[in-house]
């Protein structure tokens, strides 16, 4: 029995270590690159691989603006880490419900980066991003959408 005891002490303490050493390599996002503010381009910085010229549809519309014919719009911060993986996303701005932020989330979320021209070290960034989500045939809040959503980012006027 004692020597069950001590196994599992051992086994214990062997998983408690790599945890621990899985932890200290992850990359935290108080040492990201913050380009939340200010002048900068993305695209210096990390590119979307894979997107096609003038790509303007999203896979990712949200149902409940589909159901209900509606236009909505969503900012977004976004984490890319060393590896050029969305590392989560915080809404900033959605109309006329959250779950537009979420489906910009998810849309995001599918997205693969290549380090740009000014971060070949692939330094790991916070960056903001601004979607909207129009309908083609017209929609039932257009004087909403056009008050919320297309002067541009709510935040940043």
């Known amino acids: ?4 005891n001590l196994l599992l002490l051992v086994l214990s303490l062997f998983i408690l270590s790599g945890c621990q050493s899985n932890q200290a390599n992850k990359e935290v996002p108080s040492t990201y690159l913050d380009l939340t503010s ?4 993305i695209g210096d910085y990390w590119i979307r691989e ?3 010229e003038g790509e303007k549809y999203s896979l990712f519309f ?10 909505g719009c969503a900012e977004v911060i976004f984490g890319i880490n060393s590896e050029g993986e969305l590392t989560g996303y915080k809404p900033v701005y959605s109309y006329p419900g959250e779950y537009v932020a979420t489906a ?22 916070l960056a903001k991003a601004y979607f909207t989500f129009e309908m083609e045939n017209g929609s039932r809040n257009e004087a909403g959408f056009k008050e919320n959503c297309e002067r541009g980012s709510p935040t940043s006027n």
């Open 1 to 4: 029995m004692k020597l069950r």
């Open 38 to 41: 200010g002048d900068f381009d």
């Open 50 to 52: 894979n997107k096609n």
């Open 62 to 71: 949200p149902d409940e603006l589909a159901k209900r014919s509606l236009k």
């Open 104 to 125: 910009a989330g998810a849309h995001m979320m599918t997205f693969k980066w290549a380090p740009g021209v000014m971060n070949p070290n692939r330094r790991p960034i």
